[in-house]
């Protein structure tokens, strides 16, 4: 956590802007590097552009965390192209090295799961690589199962959107 004076900065988790793709895409390559052993392997992608035109989606949402001013957290979901009604796919969850185990993901994460249910979201799924474990125990924790065997790469989790 961040303290200043002794007292921590608030944490504000919004909508992110389209202005800062650049900063949300350099946060995605910062927590993505962690668990590629060589480091975040260059695609020749433009995730700024990427990023921006996620959080310009009109079907899905990109959310970030900030502290203190700065970018701390970032997810991104919308419902995947043939996915059945009231199910959603979170496609990237992040947060900055530095700012792990400081409880900004359970609460970018609680975020997420409060916009679902106002949805009427019910199933929740994601992809996570097989070798980042420190993401897959993160996901366990919140509640996340396994829905599909390990991959190569990566495997699927489904979560139950909790109702009123």
Request: aromatic letters at 8%; glycine letters at 12%; proline letters at 6%.
């Amino acid at each position: 956590m961040i303290e200043m004076n002794g007292a921590v900065a608030p944490l504000v988790i919004r909508t992110a802007l389209p202005a800062e793709a650049a900063e949300v895409a350099a946060l995605h390559r910062r927590a993505r590097a962690t668990y590629y052993p060589d480091g975040f392997p260059d695609d020749g992608a433009d995730w700024p552009g990427r990023w921006r035109e996620a959080i310009g989606r009109t079907d899905g949402r990109v959310l970030c965390a900030v502290r203190d001013g700065r970018m701390a957290g970032i997810a991104s979901f919308r419902r995947a192209e043939g996915a059945p009604a009231g199910t959603v796919k979170l496609f990237q969850f992040h947060v900055d090295p530095g700012l792990w185990r400081s409880g900004i993901g359970t609460a970018l994460h609680a975020a997420c799961v409060e916009e679902w249910r106002i949805d009427g979201v019910r199933t929740a799924v994601l992809d996570v690589h097989v070798g980042n474990e420190r993401a897959r125990s993160f996901y366990g924790r919140q509640g996340w199962v396994p829905d599909v065997g390990p991959g190569d790469h990566h495997m699927r989790l489904c979560f139950t959107v909790p109702g009123e």
